[in-house]
Every structure is written in C-alpha cells, then in structure tokens.
C-alpha cells in the first residue's frame, strides 16, 4: 500500500506554525434539503444574500405571467410546461414573501435559524460564501433515464479551506450543504452518480477504453449516425487521419465507422464542471477558467481528454467511475489557480 | 442621433448573422449533395433504358463499354454518387462546425458569467465571512438527512448518543462524516421531485439556467475550445542566476522552488549539485500561473477568455527542452521539485518511460499538486507528494492516490483563510519544516534516501542554470 502520512496541525492559522501535535477541528459536514421558499426566506434573514439561482427575470414587473395566463385560456385547459413552471414558482416566491410563516417555522425546526428567526453563523456564511466565493465550480449533469431527460445543477463555492455548495434538480428544490474542502472529493463523486436502477448495466462497455479518436469524427461522425447516413460517416472515415485507438491498439480502417456507430448509439448523458475563480489570469493576460466534461454511455461514464498529436486534434474517451470527477478536476484547478 | 453616426461591428450579434450565412451555405450544399446524389441513379436508370438494352444484342461489346462508362459516370467510385456523398459530408462538416462555435460561444458565456458571478468576491462580498461551522444541536436537521438516517437505522446502538450530542458524536465518527457525504446514492435522484421532466427544465430555465442537454455533439462543443496545446521556446534566462546553496532539508528543496516561484513567468532552475560523476541534477519547477505569449483569440467572445482542460502538455515539452539545454548528460541521476502545475508535469515526467530512459529520475517531489491522475511511476522513482489539508488543489480525500510503495503521500495542516494562502508556496515551504521534523518512519525512508543518494544534506559545489519557458503560437 502506498505510504501516506497525515501529519495534523493543532489548528492555529499560520503557516510558520504547522506541527504535528494534536488533531486539526474541521466542520461537521451539513447537509440540508430546502424547498425554494424555505431557500428564499433564509436568503432574506441573512441579509438578502445572492443566491446563483438568478429569480430576477421571473420577478420583473412586466413579467410575461398575464401573457401565459391568456394563452393558458386559448390553448384550453392543459397548461404548456412552461406555465406549469411559473406557476410553481409564483407559488414559491408567494410563499416566501407573503407567507413566510410555515418556512421560517421549519427552518427552526430544522435548527437553520434561531427562535427569534435569526439565522445560525454557519447558515450565514455558508450562504455569505455562496453570494462571494473565492473560486466557484459549476457542475451540470444531464441523463437520459427513458422518460425524458434529467438535469442536475451544482454550485460549490470555495474560500479558504470551506466549501459551500447549492444544487437543484428542478429550481423548486434545493439541497444546501456545507463542510471541509476535503470533503469536496466525495461531494463531486455524489453529484457525479447516477441511479440507474436494478438491474442495470453499463451498455458503454461495448466501446473499449481508451478509446482514442480524431476529434472530427467524434464531432462529425456522431452527427452522421444521428442523421442516419452511414454512407457519409464511411466517407467521413475515409478522410479522416489514420488515428484511432482502442486500449492502445490501433484499430483498422474498416472497424472505424462501427465504433463511432457505437459509441453515439451508447450515449446517454454529460456531465461537465467549469472551474473559475476571478483572480485568475491565463496567458496575455486573458482571464481563465477550466472545463471538465464527460460522457455517459450506457450506465457509466467516460472522460473526454482533448489533445493534439502531430497536429491532429483527438479525443481519448476513458471508462471513469463518480470518484474519478476529483482527479479530472484536480488538474484544472491547477492550471487556472 | 442619426443612424449615420453610427457604426457597428462584430459583437455577438454579427457573429450569429455570420453563423446563419453558413448555416445556410452548408444546406443549399447539401441539397445539391441530395439532388446530385438523386440525379446520378436517376441518370444511371435513364442511360440504361430499353433502348440501350436492345442495342445489346446487336453490339455486346460496345453496350458493355457504355454500360461501364455510365456505372462509372453516375454510381462508381469517382461517379456522381460518391461525388455527391462528398458534398453531403462537407455539408455535414461545416454545420457541425457552426454548431461547434455556438457551443463553443455558449460555453465561454457561461465561463464569463461564473466568472462575473464570483467577482463579487473581489468586490468585498455580499455579506461578512464568518467561519463556517457545523451545526451542533441540528439534530433534527442532521437526522433528516438520508445518509444519516439510513446509517443510524443500520447502527441503532448509536442513535441516543447521537441524539445527545451530535457535534461530538460526528468528531467521534470519522467515517460517518464521510458517509454524509457519499451516502445517500446520487445527488440528482434525491431532489429530482415527482414533476415531469418537460416542467423541471422549464423550471430552470426560469431560475436562469442556460440549456444543458447530454448529447455528443454538445459535448464536442465543450472540447471544441480547448484544443489550446502549443509549441514551446526555450531560452536561457535573463541576469545572475539564482545563488543556490546545495539543500539540507526538505524545505531548504522548498524554499528553493518559492525563490524560482518569484522569478518570472516560464522560468526553472536547474541546479547542479556536485561534480563530474558525483554531479546531481535538481530541476525546480514553479506553477504556470501566467505564461507565455498568446496573442489572443481574435473572435469577440473568446478574445477575453482562455479555457483550459488541465491538459496541456506545453510545459511538460518546455522542461525536457530545458534538461537538454542544460547538457544533462543521459542517465544522470535528477530530483524533479514541482509546485501546482510543476508538480503534475514533474509526476507525469517521472511516469513518463521515455523520460525514464534518458534520466536517472531518482526522486520527484511534490507540493499542492494533483498527482492522483499520474499512471504508474518506475519503482527505481521516489515520488513524495506533499498536500496541505486546507488546500483545494490536490482535492485530498485520502484514499486517491496511487497505491505504490514508491509514492508517499504527507498531509499537513496548513490552513489559511484564503485559497491562494492555502496553496502558496509558503505554506508548502513550512509544511517542509514539518516533515524534516517529523519521526514518522516512512518520511524518513524518504528523506534518508535523497540525503543517501547526494541530493540533500551535501556541502558540495552549487551551479544553477534559469531557462524561460514560452509558447510558440502562430
């Protein structure tokens, strides 16, 4: 087993004063889900915090919501998804302004505020460092699960050594925890993970891995497979430099357009983090920020790496699991602070 | 105002005027690519009509060559067909390139918008940071969380002392803790609610989402601006060259690296420590906050922008350019020190058989830098990574790195109040200090062997060479 040693510090601040003598006091993780009124009114007691999710739109005066409601009447009785949406989230931001009483009653119960409604100091920095962080990861997450597809959205504001994350799968429900930047691997291996169900099985298996490509057909050549035009993707095969792999094998020209057949056939979500943080500068000057995306095929994922070999731009797509969303990170993180 | 006193150009919105132009040149390519294609088995059925057939009997050889030259005019492998197959490709490829530059567009603008977004950091925030704490006394907010309930429910011994003190309970309860977070199952599932997926979308997008659908070709479009990787110019460095002394200690190593770390973009050092045979090599490697000479993206919407996948292997090339400059000679024993970005092109050499071949790489040290992703490193190669606790860079969680006994892996805790503090090289330098002085036995493998192997604790003769390190782009 690899060696690794933790040597833990007595929990004083300064760099001169790292020891090895008593164990370090780091925050118990929190954990909390939230509907959006109850996100809201805990937004308004600490001091009318910014939150990422942007109501600002659905809150203007001239907003479209008499507009909705005639077009509701013509259409008939079926309201379209977007009215039931605003509805909803009428209901909410009502809920929170106008009757805020069973929210704040919750959130007490819930020991997020204090009797007198005030709410405690980890909710307020927890959102102090939503509104203000010092480096912000934004995860998306779409999958196709056979109704429809599902969306998750993650914010993990970062300062110092703590992490306060937002994430919402519909805007109406929200989960707001907050705890260690160690904890921030596991967190990204939860957001990263996928239920699939009893059963399941990860179809993506069929495309070997790593599977290395030219970056024109996993561009092009999928976009053939989805017009169903196997005569343009065997010519688009053709063109393309002799430049792909599987596990470090190269594969022979007439197996190319069945892989790239599979592989689009196989896929079934993605996922990406963009890494920012305002005080990062990149080259000239220019501000910086890191992507990491990935893949879903069948029920598993694959990491997308690109890269440039003899100036062929390529794609190597690699079999990950969720606790892999660290290590992709971790490079990015990096290269942009 | 009159319009004439006006004058616009670019701006996003001439950029989608641009896209729709090619959008459109791309279709009307592809419907002559149909038309042609249609045409040329129309022109084959109608060349090979009922006269021409007749004619066979009277002239077989002559009707086989017009047979062929129409096969060959219309459906063979230079005919119309295959022609027409490849004006439908090149169609296809500009519209996946129009849609690569929406997705590329649409990916910077919601970099730009993160971006903005934390500025308010910079701005002095919204509120005052307070410290983050747990909750002690959340119990029932603790105990609402799934994974905890469902731990709780599997270990039902523990539920009165949890309930007594929580705060104290969790402390005593490492694993648990580890548990709230990974427990559970996956985080989308639990707050995906019972709305139709057509509703939840809309939902978002009235919370200010932009789109975000799990197809390939928005994947491409994510990839599509990150092909940045470049060549490399590798020059000596301007002025004196740093005044080394030969390294006692692990963080004499490290402070070494923080005064490369001041000098400017792109530059290492490279430190002999002895001579002749006994000539060590010590290549320090700073991070890459700021490097190089990109012009810039020309396009409005990029030009402010630089997206990175953590990819980049410029650096990488740049520092086995420089160990040749240096005339190191080919199996010469050599310590690679890394901070951040140094520190993973440092792992990545020393997993890199190539560079293997031509370098003794005896020993790689690392401080604040991501190695978890490094494959496996020769078992002649020492790598010791160091990880403050507080730092968000190396994304410890204990359990990541590599399991090789040639890989030793020190946390310390140097927790800052900031991110930059957290991950600069002071705080490395001082985590240095505490692992010169630590008893810890498999620290001292380590340290024993740089010392045994001439690297630390010498009073030998100390030359140092700077190189700077640039992009070369077009």
Do not use: C
């Not at chain 2, 429910?153 to 009165?160: F, G, K, R």
Request: zero cysteines; a negative charge; charged letters at 20%.
């Amino acid at each position: 087993m690899a060696p690794r040693v933790e040597l833990v510090a007595s929990g004083r601040r300064e760099p001169d004063q790292v020891s090895s003598s008593a164990p370090a006091s780091v925050p118990v993780p929190v954990v909390v889900e939230l509907s959006l009124a109850e996100l809201l009114v805990l937004s308004e007691q600490s001091g009318g915090a910014r939150l990422p999710l942007d109501l600002a739109s659905f809150l203007e005066p001239d907003s479209d919501d008499g507009e909705d409601l005639l077009e509701q009447r013509l259409d008939g009785a079926t309201p379209s998804p977007r009215q039931r949406a605003r509805t909803q989230l009428r209901a909410a931001v009502d809920e929170a302004r106008e009757r805020p009483e069973p929210s704040t009653a919750r959130l007490v119960e819930a020991g997020l505020l204090d009797h007198a409604g005030t709410p405690t100091r980890g909710v307020v920095s927890a959102l102090s460092l939503l509104a203000a962080p010092e480096a912000l990861l934004v995860l998306d997450l779409a999958v196709t699960r056979g109704r429809g597809e599902d969306r998750l959205r993650s914010w993990f504001a970062v300062a110092g050594s703590h992490v306060a994350q937002l994430s919402t799968a519909s805007g109406l429900v929200v989960e707001l925890s907050w705890y260690d930047v160690g904890g921030l691997p596991a967190a990204l291996a939860r957001a990263a993970t996928v239920d699939e169900g009893p059963g399941a099985k990860d179809h993506g298996a069929g495309v070997g891995s790593p599977l290395r490509l030219p970056f024109e057909l996993f561009s092009d050549g999928t976009e053939a497979v989805r017009r169903g035009r196997p005569d343009i993707l065997a010519e688009l095969v053709r063109l393309a430099p002799p430049a792909t792999w599987v596990a470090g094998e190269e594969v022979a020209p007439e197996r190319v357009g069945a892989l790239v057949a599979n592989l689009e056939e196989a896929v079934s979500g993605r996922l990406r983090v963009l890494v920012t943080t305002p005080e990062a500068e990149g080259d000239a000057g220019r501000r910086k920020a890191g992507v990491v995306s990935w893949l879903r095929l069948g029920g598993g994922w694959r990491s997308l790496v690109p890269l440039v070999r003899e100036g062929v731009p390529l794609v190597e797509i690699t079999a990950v699991t969720p606790r892999d969303l660290a290590r992709s990170v971790g490079p990015v993180l990096a290269q942009v602070l | 105002m009159s319009d004439e006193t006006l004058s616009v150009t670019g701006g996003a919105a001439g950029i989608e005027a641009g896209y729709t132009d090619i959008s459109l040149l791309a279709t009307l390519l592809d419907e002559a690519g149909d038309d042609l294609r249609h045409d040329a088995w129309h022109d084959k059925a109608l060349a090979l009509n009922a006269d021409l057939l007749e004619s066979s009997i009277l002239s077989p050889r002559t009707f086989v060559e017009a047979e062929g030259a129409v096969v060959a005019a219309t459906v063979g492998p230079k005919g119309l067909a295959l022609r027409a197959v490849g004006l439908e490709a090149d169609a296809l490829s500009i519209q996946v390139a129009v849609a690569l530059l929406r997705g590329s567009d649409e990916l910077t603008m919601q970099a730009m918008e993160a971006l903005d977004y934390s500025l308010g950091h910079l701005l002095g925030g919204a509120l005052p940071f307070l410290g983050l704490a747990g909750l002690a006394g959340g119990t029932t907010l603790l105990l609402s969380n799934p994974a905890l309930a469902a731990y709780l429910a599997a270990h039902p011994e523990l539920a009165d002392e949890a309930l007594a003190d929580v705060q104290g309970f969790l402390e005593d309860h490492p694993d648990l803790v580890q548990h709230l977070l990974n427990g559970g199952g996956g985080l989308m599932d639990g707050l995906l609610g019972t709305l139709p997926p057509a509703v939840r979308t809309a939902l978002l997008l009235e919370v200010g989402l932009a789109p975000f659908h799990g197809t390939t070709n928005d994947a491409a479009g994510d990839l599509a601006g990150l092909f940045g990787d470049t060549d490399v110019v590798v020059r000596p460095g301007e002025g004196p060259a740093p005044d080394f002394d030969a390294p006692g200690s692990l963080e004499d190593l490290l402070q070494d690296l923080g005064e490369t770390n001041r000098g400017v973009d792109g530059r290492i050092d490279i430190q002999v420590v002895g001579e002749g045979d006994q000539a060590r090599y010590i290549v320090h490697l700073p991070g890459t906050d700021s490097w190089g000479d990109d012009p810039g993206d020309a396009r409005d919407l990029t030009a402010n922008l630089q997206l990175v996948s953590g990819q980049d292997t410029a650096y990488t090339r740049g520092i086995t350019e420089a160990m040749a400059a240096a005339d190191i000679p080919p199996g010469a024993p050599v310590m690679l020190v890394g901070h951040s970005q140094g520190g993973m092109a440092a792992a990545h050499l020393a997993a890199d058989a190539g560079f293997q071949s031509t370098y003794d790489v005896r020993h790689v040290v690392t401080a604040g830098a991501p190695t978890a992703q490094v494959g496996h490193v020769a078992s002649g190669t020492q790598v010791l990574s160091l990880e403050n606790s507080g730092d968000l860079v190396p994304l410890t969680d204990g359990e990541d790195n590599p399991d090789q006994p040639n890989r030793t892996t020190v946390v310390f805790d140097g927790r800052t109040g900031s991110i930059g503090e957290n991950h600069s090289m002071d705080t490395y330098r001082a985590g240095g200090a505490a692992v010169d002085a630590s008893d810890d036995p498999s620290i001292g493998h380590v340290l024993g062997s740089m010392r045994d192997d001439g690297f630390l604790g010498g009073n030998s003769r100390v030359q140092t060479q700077s190189f700077v390190i640039t992009r070369d782009t077009p």
